[in-house]
T-cell receptor
């Protein structure tokens, strides 16, 4: 497989501030990436995706940045809200249909 | 978006018994589905790729005789945890992609398995 699961790093931000969540992916052949949000006891939910021919993509309140040189992704959440508290994973798609998940970051928004 | 449904959402079983988890794509057909395992405060680990009409492809280190996968139709894949042990207790999640290239994967709501 790809990245090995480790205990989640954590990030705490004040409500209204911007959040930046980082992810290192492992396979230089990966050409498609997704950020997922996972709430406790639930399956992951799609946030935003990016293809390897792009280095930035914006959605509603979220922006994903891709740096293929160092195999790094970041997710920026603007004006973070309490409902954004969750675990965030990046997932890479190297070959075929499989997605491999990064370590994840637990985001806590402080009201 | 597309819907993937898992059943059951929670199951408790005794050591030595087998448990079957179902994964259904409700509004699309999926020739491949994926099974993940997630321990508390850890990431999702891909266990296997379920292929409709053929054998599943297992990731390195995953015992195929322990985790039996059947993908009998384009909308249903099942994962059977055989001879379950307490260390098999985990959160199992399935996913499927409506398309192939550069399309998102949709996830089921997960199954919390507890082996006592």
């Amino acid at each position: 497989g790809e990245s090995v699961g480790l205990h989640l790093p954590t990030l705490s931000v004040q409500e209204g501030d911007n959040s930046i969540i980082n992810c290192a992916y492992s396979n230089s052949a990966s050409d498609y990436f997704i950020w997922y949000k996972q709430e406790s006891g639930k399956g992951p939910q799609f946030i935003i995706d990016i293809r390897s021919n792009m280095d930035k993509r914006q959605g509603q309140r979220v922006t994903v940045l891709l740096n293929k040189t160092v195999k790094h992704l970041s997710l920026q959440i603007a004006a973070t809200q309490p409902g954004d508290s969750a675990v965030y994973f990046c997932a890479e798609n190297p070959t075929g249909n499989q997605f491999y998940f990064g370590t994840g970051t637990s985001l806590t928004v402080i009201p | 978006g597309a819907v993937v449904s898992q059943h059951p959402s929670r199951v408790i079983c005794k050591s030595g018994t087998s448990v079957k988890i179902e994964c259904r794509s409700l509004d699309f057909q999926a020739t491949t589905m994926f099974w993940y395992r997630q321990f508390p405060k850890q990431s999702l680990m891909l266990m296997a790729t379920s292929n409709e009409g053929s054998k599943a492809t297992y990731e390195q280190g995953v015992e195929k005789d322990k985790f039996l996968i059947n993908h009998a139709s384009l909308t249903l894949s099942t994962l059977t945890v055989t001879s379950a042990h307490p260390e098999d207790s985990s959160f199992y999640i399935c996913s499927a992609r409506p398309g192939t290239v550069n399309t998102e994967a949709f996830f089921g709501q997960g199954t919390r398995l507890t082996v006592v």
